[in-house]
Structure formats: C-alpha cells, structure tokens
C-alpha cells in the first residue's frame, strides 16, 4: 500500500477518546497511514474563536481521508455543526451506515443491513427564512441528487452481495418532493438485478424492530437516514455500534454516528466500536480490505469473550478495552 495521508479531528466530548482508540488499532494493522491531527468543534472555537480553523481546511484538502470523532454543537448559538459544512463542502453525498448485530449477547435483533442516506439536501439545507409569524424551511430534493444516491446505494449492493433495496420515504405526505425520490429510485433499480422494494419512513421504523429480516439495503433521504440509523444502531448494541462513512466523488469522512456524548466525555466509558468500524471502513475506502476486516474479526471475538465496554454490560473502561483489542488483533 502507497502511503495514505489521513487526517485525524477528535473534536468535542467523547470524540477525541474513541479516535485515539481507533487510532491505538490502525497502528497495530498492517497499514502505511500517516496521520495529521486538525482541530475542529466547540472547545476549538473557544480555544481559537473558530469552528472549523482555515489550517483544519488546508489540512483535510491536502488528505486521502479523515476520520472524524464528533463535535457539540451549542442549541443556543447560531453556529451550525461543522459537519454539517464539511459534507457539503466536499460534496460528500452518500452516507453509508452499516448495522450488524456482531454478536447475540448484544442489542436486541438480529440486523445486517446497510443505510444509505443522501447527504447533503433533504431537511438538511440549513436554509431557513424567518417572518413575524414563524420559520419556514426550505427542503430540497433534486433530482441529481436522488439519482446519484440511488446509484451509489445500487453499486454497494452489487459489491456486498446484497439482494434487496427498500426505498424508505413518506411520499405519501410529501408527494412532490419525497415522490420525486421515488420515482428516480424505481427509475434506477429497473433492471438491476435487485429486488426492489418500497415503505413509508414510519412504517420502516415499526418494521426495523418487527421484521428486521425484511432490510438489507435501505436508500433513503437526509432526516429519514439519521433517525433510522440511530433506531437500527440501538437495535444492534447502542449508538457505540453505528460506524458511518461520508463518501463523495474524490473525498470521504468517517465517523461514528452518534454525537459528542457529554453525558460520558472524559470518563473513560465511551464504546470506541463504532469509530474502530468506522476506521475500518476508512481502510476499504483506501484499498486496505484484508486490514479492515480483522478490526471486525477482532470486536467479535472480543465480544465472544465478554471483552466489552460497560454501555452493554462489560468491565472494560476504553482504553482497556483498546489494549485488550490489540491484543486479539494477533488471532485474526
Ligand atoms: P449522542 O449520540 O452524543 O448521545 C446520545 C446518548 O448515547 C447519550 O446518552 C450518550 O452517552 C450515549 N452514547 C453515544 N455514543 C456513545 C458511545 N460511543 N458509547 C457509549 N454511549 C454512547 O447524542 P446527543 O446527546 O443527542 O448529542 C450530544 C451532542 O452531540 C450535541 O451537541 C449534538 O449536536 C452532537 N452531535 C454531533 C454529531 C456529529 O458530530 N456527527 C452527531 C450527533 C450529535
Ligand atoms: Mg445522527
């Protein structure tokens, strides 16, 4: 392997804890990964009076990826989360969200699927205009956008082996906006070898829970993915179980998809999981299949052998978990 610039940003709460764990995994791989550290989040802006500082900029440019933890984002102030910016910024239109129950003494059912959730539309504009009488959003959907998402979520099917896409979406409602998704996702799946499948968002997030055999590929918009993709997290373990890739054209980030998790920063309780797998998508993204896949061989057998953190019942505190995990690393 060439060697891969990656840029590390901890960023606010327990993010800095469960990148470093990641990190403690990516240097016991067989992987040439060079590392650059970026500031980015709320502690940031108070240290420098920026969110996202014009060297965080440079350095992300200059890079093959970056794994990312998670940022706070202040519910008082007018600052939107930086990572909201950075996916649109570099055009990251899909987010893949795998959800794998890895082992049966975890989570609730039995999930293996993937969600792929369009990135950088839907209610996620951040446009929104203000009168005497409320707010009104602007929610886009475009065509070039359903389409190039739909794509992607057909060509990772085809490259996972995955058999059935379920478009989720509330078309019923929304039928403008949400039917055009529709209609460009049975325009895309046509003749794919695919079975094609379609439910309504509430509907999907009932049946998560009652038929999870029923999902294996799901292609759907902003809000709907993040929502589901916590619901599906929390089925397979909790939020420390949803890695997450944001995956454009030229340039990815992955991250865990929960947030900065202040309720538990600083403790040294975080489950680094879903960062560990989200690194673990960073290396196939960077060509590095067989590396990646012993991060998931190694949390497995971890798991079968009750070596886990205390969010599902383990005695492990992050770090001794991390170093417990190097060790399994050997085995797989
Ligand atoms: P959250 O995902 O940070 O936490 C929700 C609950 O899950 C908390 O009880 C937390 O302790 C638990 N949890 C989350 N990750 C965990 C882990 N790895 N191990 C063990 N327990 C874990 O969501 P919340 O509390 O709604 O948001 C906190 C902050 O994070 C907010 O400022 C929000 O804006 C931000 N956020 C940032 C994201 C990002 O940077 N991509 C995504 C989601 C939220
Ligand atoms: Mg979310």
Redesign the pocket.
Known sequence: MTLKKVVLIG?D??GPE?VSAAVRILENLDVSLEFTEAQMGFECSKRTGHFIPKATMEALERSDACLFG?????LDQKQR?C?LYLRKHFDLYANLRPVKRLHSSIGLVDLDMVIVRENTEGMYTGVEHEDSEGVTLERRVSEGASRRIVRRAVDLCKSEGRKRITCVHKANALRKSDGLFRRIFFEEVEGQGLEVKEMLVDAAAAALILKPKDFDCVVTLNLYGDIISDEAAALVG???FGPSGNVGDKYAIF??S???????AGKDI??PI?TMLSSAMMLQYLGEKGQAARIERAIRLGLEREIKTM?VGGEYRTTEYTEALIKLLDEV
């Open positions: 960023g709460g327990i469960v998670a940022v706070t984002t202040p989360s990572i909790g939020l420390g991250e865990p929960h947030g900065s998790a202040p309720d538990i975080a489950n879903a969010d």
